[in-house]
């Protein structure tokens, strides 16, 4: 009797064993077949994914990384009027306008004169409503380089479909224009009170030699863009 029971019970655990290996053997040969469709199911549940709020405001889908740059990369002219911030109303990238809030994480400008070991200030806002604005920082940072590029990394979040930055143009510290364009985007030059957000007016005919990096969201269609200057 004890060697009937023995026989069952080792019998009983080879066909477990069996099994086991089964449906491990039609795992594997289900994730040969669709790996992608295997990964995305757990034990036969749908894994749902949540977006990361670094997304806030668009899907990764449809999040571009790169540099807005309108200008060409010739300078022409000089602002006309000092105590203001002068730069570009960012609205676009590679010609697609920005949908959601995004994050600055670098501006790149043009000093034509001015600065050298002095410092200048950096200016951003958001939410252009008529010629207002709402000011999300301003900075003094070194401009070590008259007559060319100078950059600085920063860490701005903007919120809506626009953002504004540029150099505050005072006491010599002068930011450079220029009449050229880049990848078909137009005119964006701006100028605006820099401390209070207020006479904000497009300048006809200029981009200023303003460049902005960081995550933006744009139309699903483009997923990234860079323009590199000439």
């Given amino acids: 009797m004890k060697r009937l029971f023995t026989l069952i019970v080792a019998g009983v655990m080879t066909f477990g064993l069996v099994a086991s ?28 994914r949540l977006p990361s709020p670094i997304f806030a405001g668009g899907s990764p889908a449809n999040r571009a990384v790169g540099t807005i740059q309108y200008d060409n ?39 034509a004169s001015g600065a050298g070991t002095d410092n200048v200030f950096l200016s951003y806002f958001d939410q252009l409503a008529g010629s ?11 401009a070590p380089n008259p007559g060319g590029f100078n950059t600085r990394a920063t860490a701005v979040n903007y919120v809506g479909n626009t953002f504004l930055a540029g150099v505050w143009f005072v006491s010599g510290d002068t930011p450079g224009l220029g009449s050229g364009t880049t990848g078909g985007q137009g005119f964006h030059a701006m100028l605006i009170n820099d401390i209070v957000g207020t006479g904000y007016q497009p300048v006809a005919s200029f981009n200023a030699l303003v460049r902005a990096s960081g995550n933006v969201v744009i139309p699903v269609e483009l997923t990234g863009f860079e323009v590199v200057s000439d």
């Fill in 132 to 142: 207002t604005a709402n000011v999300i920082a301003s900075v003094s940072v070194p």
């Fill in 21 to 48: 290996v089964d449906a491990a053997g039609g795992a594997a040969a289900k994730r040969a077949e669709n790996p992608a469709a295997f990964d995305s199911t757990a034990r036969g549940a749908e894994v749902k």
């Fill in 73 to 111: 990369g010739a300078f022409t002219a000089v602002p006309g009027t000092t105590s203001f911030c002068w730069g570009n109303r960012f609205n676009t990238a590679a010609g697609n306008p920005l949908t959601a809030s995004g994050t600055i994480s670098q501006l790149s400008w043009f000093m």
